[in-house]
């Protein structure tokens, strides 16, 4: 079982380069997110998704773009990259629920991107 | 606003010794999620407990035992005699219904990098 697959592990972009940053999962979880860690700050969530077609924005969305066509993915992507996006990125799922309940989910995570920006 | 708060930055403990990594929540919520996930040195997130805000009950799986207080707004996680494969970031997270239109997303601590040494 695959799980949940972040790709790639590690990244090195230039300032200015468009990035996408890939998450697959193969449980049909309803939602998805993404999250940044960075020293000092612990995760923060980026975007959100809770369903195919529909998205949302978290705490720290600023320079970057989700979609999510299918169930399955959730690329995330920097359109032009800077210095203060080098992070480690997480994607993570949780299961179907209605939208009352959807607090309690336990959310998986891949095991993260590594992304630094020169 | 919600809010995790992880006071101790860093422990180190030698082997065989307890510990416990304090957590302390803010919410406004009444029906809200409390979890705690670890992040071994190899940077996957791996969940360990999840606890409802009306479930005051102590949980105790082997080693690990949580000591959940909504009096004093805490879920703090002690490890007996720890182990040096115990070593790793621990995070405790808080979800509730909405977080600036989002709904589901964990609220981070900022960690606690635990250290056990032989």
């Known amino acids: 079982d695959a799980g949940i697959t972040q790709s790639p592990r590690y990244k090195i972009t230039e300032t200015g380069r468009q990035v996408t940053l890939m998450c697959h999962q193969t449980w049909s979880h309803s939602y998805m997110f993404w999250y940044r860690q960075d020293l000092g700050h612990g995760l923060r969530l980026i975007y959100y998704s809770a369903a195919a077609d529909i998205t949302d924005k978290g705490e720290v969305p600023d320079g970057y773009v989700v979609s999510r066509s299918k169930t399955e993915n959730f690329p995330l992507t920097l359109e032009s990259a800077t210095r203060s996006q080098t992070s480690v990125y997480f994607c993570?799922?949780?299961?179907?629920?209605?939208?009352?309940?959807?607090?309690?989910?336990?959310?998986?995570f891949g095991a993260g991107t590594r992304l630094s920006v020169l | 606003a919600q809010k995790v708060t992880q006071a101790q930055t860093e422990i180190s403990v030698v082997e065989k010794e307890d510990v416990t990594l304090d957590c302390v929540y803010e919410t406004r919520d009444t029906t809200y999620y409390l979890f705690w996930y670890k992040q071994p040195p190899s940077g996957e997130l791996v969940f360990l407990i999840r606890?409802?805000?009306?479930?005051?009950q102590n949980e105790i799986s082997g080693r690990y035992s949580w000591n959940f207080q909504k009096s004093t707004s805490s879920f703090n996680f002690t490890i007996t005699a720890s182990q040096v494969v115990d070593s790793a970031v621990y995070f405790c997270?808080?979800?509730?219904?909405?977080?600036?239109?989002?709904?589901?997303?964990?609220?981070f601590g900022k960690g606690t990098k635990l250290s056990v040494k032989p």
């Open positions: 993570a799922s949780s299961e179907s629920s209605f939208a009352a309940q959807v607090a309690k989910n336990i959310q998986y």
């Open positions: 997270a808080l979800s509730g219904k909405r977080y600036g239109g989002s709904q589901g997303n964990l609220i």
């Open positions: 606890r409802n805000s009306f479930d005051e």
